[in-house]
């Protein structure tokens, strides 16, 4: 022991190169993501569902189908990717809530106290592994089911077709949308169960319950739940779309800026 | 004219000044204001929900204080641009997702600070977790638990170590070289700072001790002190002719009382005296100790005037 440290008892200096950063939160919410095996089961479950039952259900189509059109075709395909965006919203939901039923949050924040980056790390890291999974499913599963319905009636859709590649395109941004808003949910709610409770209940089958309901203004704004503002960027035909493709883009967002406003409110004011 | 610099804060220094935290109506943390020095062990003692974790989460900013300051050199934890390496906590065992690996746990910690895994390698190796570390946490026992808590305290190298009930849980083993391990941080003039309910524990690991009850500041003040302080040494003596060394021992200023058949226990005099006296009579002496361990009674004391305080000023108020 030197003589300095025995004058001067705060002479211990931490290492200087070592700095939180945006970067450094964003590899950790990636290690994070991937470090849990039911991340891969869910992912592998997406992927099983969506190419499979896309194809069980394009399989099954009546030969002697004739009505319907690209819209129609698009939608036998995209059925188990609509299931699968389920999945993903639960795990969306889980990457936060987890956090906060294991007490493991405690460990995060107490690595980047300002806590706002962490909400913005995971949404970021989340949000590209479902785009670039989904972007690629929604082509792979197209492909796959268009190959089968093109000995039908109904016949097979190009991707050169007008609309349909942005339709696609739609389907992929309209599932990366669920699951933020799912993700977005967890931080607000931070427990598992009801925020999965609240992704089904509210988001995904409220809307769909609405049209029964006996007051006419119930049927002018369910276009704009949050559930149904992301429909028209996967039609491949928008004319009859209650929102325009610009409205539901401008609807994605305000619901994600809701969202993740609230979200981030509460992450600053509540104790962790 | 000379001007004198104010008062600076010592680097790695905590203060907690006028900490007050209120979870609804019900009061953890009350109007409470020490300081933690760098260079020694400090134990932070108080009996269960005496609010010593909710102190300990409000210095790393997990808990907002109702009204007050929790600064570790004079900054608000979450000013810090690598909190890390400032202050490595452990607040409660396990928070680590249970479906997670050690390895896993520390290394997603690592990389929001861009800590190199070799680091991360030697605190696993540091706290013995070596062939579990790719096990997933949701099966280790509560002593790995506190072990890997100690790995993630130890991960940024920071120059403040802030543990609740580190003890908890561990054998042994883990708790002779879990001492041995805060006083070598200690020496290194990093300050320690631990939380125990366990006060005996604290006698021998911590040299200065924070005392706190119902959330208010009982004692601040040395362990020797706080000891010597409040509860007098006794000499147990366990001898076959104690009737008889009782009857010589007696005295002005000395007790002598009996526990059980030849068993004495001794105030008001030394050891080295009682065994003087039984030699110069003859008597044989199977044991002799000095007790000192009264640090227990001396924090029941206290513990308990704080309880009949807070009564009666509530019995007042109604």
Redesign the interface.
């Known amino acids: 022991m030197t003589a300095a440290v025995m004058t001067d008892r705060a002479a211990y200096v931490p290492p200087a190169n070592y700095k939180l950063s945006a970067a450094g939160l964003l590899r950790s919410e990636w290690t994070k993501l991937w470090s849990l095996r039911s991340t891969w089961i869910v992912l592998l479950c997406a992927v099983v569902f969506s190419a499979g039952l896309g194809a069980l259900i394009s399989s099954s189509v009546p030969n002697d189908q004739a009505v319907g059109g690209a819209d129609v075709a698009l939608s036998f395909s995209m059925a188990g990717i609509s299931l699968s965006s389920v999945f993903v919203a639960v795990l969306g939901i889980l990457t936060v809530t987890g956090e906060y039923s294991t007490g493991s949050i405690r460990s995060t924040m107490s690595a980047a106290p300002k806590r706002l980056s962490v909400l913005w790390a995971k949404a970021a890291v989340f949000g590209a592994v479902v785009a670039v999974l989904f972007g690629a499913m929604v082509f792979l599963t197209f492909f796959m089911t268009q190959a089968i319905l093109s000995d039908t009636e109904l016949g097979s859709v190009s991707l050169s077709d007008e609309g349909v590649l942005r339709a696609l395109l739609g389907w992929t941004a309209m599932i990366v949308y669920l699951a933020l808003l799912a993700l977005g949910i967890g931080a607000i709610l931070r427990n598992s169960a009801g925020s999965i409770g609240f992704y089904i209940g509210v988001i995904m089958i409220l809307p769909q319950l609405a049209g029964l309901l006996p007051w006419s203004w119930v049927d002018d704004v369910t276009p704009f739940a949050p559930g149904n503002v992301a429909n028209t960027i996967a039609m491949v035909d928008t004319t009859g779309a209650d929102l325009s493709l610009g409205q539901s883009w401008l609807w994605m967002g305000i619901w994600l800026v809701v969202t993740f406003g609230l979200a981030g409110v509460l992450l600053k004011r509540r104790d962790v | 004219m000379i001007r004198r610099r104010a008062r600076r804060t ?4 905590i203060e907690i000044e006028h900490l007050t935290k209120r979870y609804g109506k019900k009061t953890a943390v009350d109007d409470l204001t020490f300081a933690v ?4 062990v400090t134990g932070f003692l108080g009996p269960n929900g005496a609010g010593k974790s909710t102190t300990m ?1 409000a210095i ?5 204080p109702t009204s007050g300051l929790a600064r570790v050199n004079g900054k608000h ?2 000013e ?8 490595g ?1 452990l ?2 065992a ?8 050690a390895y ?2 520390l ?3 690592a ?5 190199p895994k070799r680091r991360v390698n030697e605190v696993i190796d540091l706290v013995g977790l070596h062939e579990v570390a790719g096990k997933r946490v949701g099966g280790f026992s509560l002593g790995m638990g506190q072990r890997l808590g100690i790995a ?1 305290a130890l991960l ?4 403040v170590l802030i543990l609740d009930e580190p003890v908890n849980g561990l054998d042994p083993d883990g708790v002779k070289w879990i001492r041995l391990l805060l006083k070598g941080l200690a ?4 300050t320690v700072f631990l939380s125990s309910h366990l006060m005996s524990e604290l006698a021998q690991t911590a040299e200065h001790l924070i005392v706190i009850g119902q959330g208010r500041l009982l004692a601040d003040t040395t362990v020797d002190a706080f000891v010597s302080g409040s509860g007098q040494a006794s000499v147990r003596v366990v001898s076959p002719d104690a009737a008889r060394l009782a009857e010589h021992l007696a005295g002005p200023g000395i007790t002598v009382s009996s526990p059980e058949r030849g068993v004495l226990e001794v105030t008001g005099t030394e050891a080295s005296v009682v065994g003087q006296t039984a030699a110069a009579h003859g008597l044989v002496l199977h044991e002799l100790r000095t007790d000192r361990g009264s640090l227990e009674d001396a924090f029941m004391q206290l513990t308990a005037d704080a309880v009949e305080y807070r009564q009666t000023t509530e019995g007042a108020n109604r």
């Open positions: 010592v680097l790695g220094m020095k760098p260079g020694v989460r790393v900013g997990l808990d907002a934890y979450s810090f641009r690598s909190p890390l390496t400032e202050v906590a607040l409660e396990k928070s680590v997702h249970a479906g997670r690996s896993k746990h290394l997603a910690l990389r929001t600070h861009g800590i993630v940024g190298d920071p120059a020496s290194e003039g990093r």
